[in-house]
Nanobody, 130 residues
Framework: VQLQASGGGVVQAGDSLRLSCSLS???????????VGWARQTPGKDRDFVAAITWYGGSTYIADSVKGRFDISRDNSKTTAYLQMNNLKPDDTAVYYC?????????????????????WGQGTQVTVSS
């Protein structure tokens, strides 16, 4: 399976962006017990998850730092996951990565780290100017 992240860009504070994570080499029907996550990274810092979703089951995780502004969804027919980012802030500036991994159970802060060992796509840069 390969993951292709896209949709990043340079925006102003308060703007919105939607990132896409397209999965190739896999069908949606085979993604039972999988989850997709979005993590972001700035130079010199760890890659931190901001959102994740189980492909089936409807469990989602949104980090406190972006709760109320970011939302995650997936389209099974397109085998694509999305990260909708609203009211962007300069602190949201980062490279955003998506990851796919096997996952069971509810997504929450204590369990989303299980996705780190999955398959990562290349990142897409998001730059928010003030």
């Amino acid at each position: 399976v390969q993951l292709q992240a896209s949709g990043g860009g340079v925006v102003q504070a308060g703007d919105s962006l939607r990132l896409s994570c397209s999965l190739s080499g896999v069908s949606g029907d085979s993604l039972t017990s999988y989850a997709v996550g979005w993590a972001r990274q700035t130079p010199g810092k760890d890659r931190d998850f901001v959102a994740a979703i189980t492909w089936y089951g409807g469990s989602t995780y949104i980090a406190d730092s972006v709760k109320g502004r970011f939302d995650i969804s997936r389209d099974n027919s397109k085998t694509t996951a999305y990260l909708q980012m609203n009211n962007l802030k300069p602190d949201d500036t980062a490279v955003y990565y998506c990851v796919l991994n096997r996952f069971r159970g509810p997504l929450r802060a204590a369990t989303v780290g299980d996705l780190y060992s999955g398959s990562w796509g290349q990142g897409t840069q998001v730059t928010v100017s003030s």
